[in-house]
């Protein structure tokens, strides 16, 4: 037997000796509780040097700032689970692709922003309480983590734009991670992931954007599905939608069901004039919707909250 093992059954028979303290005359329990005390912390203590000695020798102290490999010779117990992919990542690399093949570039977006690409460029008006709507984080220096993916909308615009005077069209979507300062829970996440779409072209229309999103959302469910619009108002498009598909029966949905997927719609000419697009020449449309929510319908998940909150368990299930 080891000396930690040693300590260990000590232990376990001076806690079997708590037990006896009802034999004990009531005069001297005191006493004999004070003794059984002391005695109990002074191996516990002697348990923690035995440990803490016993990881010395069987640990070999590792280099952590070593590059990969350099660690490998590491004890059995040590053996760590092999990292994965976070399911929202896989999944976003599907919706990535999906767009891809239907012509789209990609444009990663920032984790950091500004006022102005989040309201001013978007045709917020100065102090318009739409503002406030999107329950934004703001850093000590008046920068803002992106409440929304719609913050890069300027920037593709103004990147893309020379492929318009080449007589081709602005065909981006832009994935990223966007912040808001809401109470979270099992529907709510401080953060989260969006993908934004813009499309500019001359003479493309509301019905182009239509065939657009139901083809994404039948290609990312692999199925045909019942699509709805409703009107929205988001101050960077005119007209705005929100844009739902019916819950599909194989998905638990019922007929009727329909789930708001995104909202989109024609852009703002302010939106194009801002970046240096005539809207009198050119039109487009946006959208922009949640991943999370997305890859929450196609698995089944309940609660948003998972996958932030790095459950290895929920994790593995992936
Ligand atoms: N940014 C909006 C939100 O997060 C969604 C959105 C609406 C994006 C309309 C768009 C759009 O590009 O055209 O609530």
């Known amino acids: 037997m080891t000396e930690l093992e040693e300590l260990k059954q000590e232990l376990k028979k001076l806690n079997t000796g708590y037990a006896k303290i009802r034999e004990v005359p009531a005069e001297k329990r005191g006493e004999f509780g004070r003794e059984l005390n002391a005695k109990k912390l002074a191996i516990l203590d002697q348990i923690r040097v035995a440990e ?60 950091l922003d500004d006022e102005f690409h989040m309201f001013d460029s978007l045709n917020f008006a100065a102090e318009h309480p739409a503002r406030d709507g999107y329950d934004t984080f703001r850093t000590e220096e008046g920068l803002i983590p992106p409440a929304h993916t719609s913050t890069m909308q300027h920037r593709v615009l103004k990147t893309y ?84 598909i019916e819950k599909p029966k194989a998905l638990g949905g019922k007929k009727g069901d329909f789930l708001e997927m995104l909202g989109c719609g024609m852009i703002h000419p302010n939106v194009l004039k801002m970046a240096g697009i005539d809207p009198s ?38």
């Open 161 to 244: 734009k020379n492929r318009l005077a080449q007589g081709k069209e602005i065909a981006v979507v832009v994935p990223g991670r966007v912040y808001r300062n809401e109470d979270v829970d099992a529907t709510h996440e401080h953060t989260f992931y969006q993908c934004e779409g813009v499309y500019v072209s001359k003479n493309c229309t509301m019905g182009d954007m239509l065939g657009i999103l139901r083809e994404f959302f039948e290609k990312y469910y692999e199925q045909k599905l019942n699509i709805r619009t409703q009107p929205g108002y988001f101050p960077f498009t005119e007209p705005s939608l929100e844009f739902m």
């Open 52 to 111: 803490e000695a016993a990881l010395d020798t069987e640990v070999e102290a590792i280099d952590i700032t070593a590059p990969c490999g350099v660690n490998e010779k590491m004890p059995e117990f040590y053996s760590v689970l092999d990292g994965s992919k976070h399911p929202l990542m896989t999944e976003l690399d599907r919706v990535i692709s999906i767009y891809q093949l239907m012509g789209f570039d990609v444009m990663e977006s920032r984790q």
């Open 281 to 318: 020449e050119y039109h487009g449309f946006a959208w922009g919707g949640g991943i999370d929510r997305l890859v929450m319908l196609r698995y089944g998940l309940k609660d948003v909250r998972h996958f932030e909150a790095g459950n290895l368990n929920f994790l593995k299930e992936f």
